[in-house]
């Protein structure tokens, strides 16, 4: 099965297709890492969906690495995966300097008041942003102070 859902993906990006959906997949690190060499080579990506994909910090950091410079990724679902505080660290590096994402899901990701900052202070620098979903993750006060600083000076 997941077998088939990769062939659709692919031969959906070969008809000129911008939506990557690996939903719910077992992708893990080594896959997403795949998936960021194809995002360096194909610059029709609007909307990357690897919710719930076993995603770890380094899939999150690889990913990353390859959307900078990435001016057409407008939604990001990385929801129901373990990047935690590295993983969001490298997501908000890449955050401060994107101006294009609109939407992102990090929902369920065991990612701390450390993690939860740095992605709230890289929306001081990323209007484009509009929604952000960081719910059942550990926000802490720190975390939840931060978001309600960013959000106040957006």
Not at 18 to 24: A, E, N, Q, T
Not at 134 to 151: I, P, R
Request: include cysteine.
């Amino acid at each position: 099965m997941a077998g088939e859902a990769i062939v659709r993906v692919v031969d959906n990006i070969k008809a000129g297709g911008s939506d990557i959906s690996l939903h719910s997949m077992h992708v893990g690190d080594s896959g997403a890492t795949s998936v960021a060499e194809l995002l360096t080579l194909n610059t029709r990506i609007t909307r990357l969906d690897l919710f719930g994909c076993d995603l770890g910090p380094s899939g999150a950091e690889a990913l990353s690495k390859s959307l900078i410079g990435n001016t057409t990724l407008n939604t990001l679902w990385m929801g129901k995966n373990m990047i935690k505080d590295q993983g969001a660290t490298s997501l908000a590096q890449w955050l401060e300097t994107n101006t294009t994402l609109a939407k992102l899901d990090l929902a369920q990701n065991a990612i701390g008041p450390k993690g939860v900052s740095l992605i709230a202070h890289s929306l001081q620098a990323n209007p484009s942003l509009k929604e952000l979903n960081l719910s059942m993750n550990k926000l802490g006060d720190e975390g939840a102070t931060a978001v309600a600083y960013s959000l106040k000076l957006t």
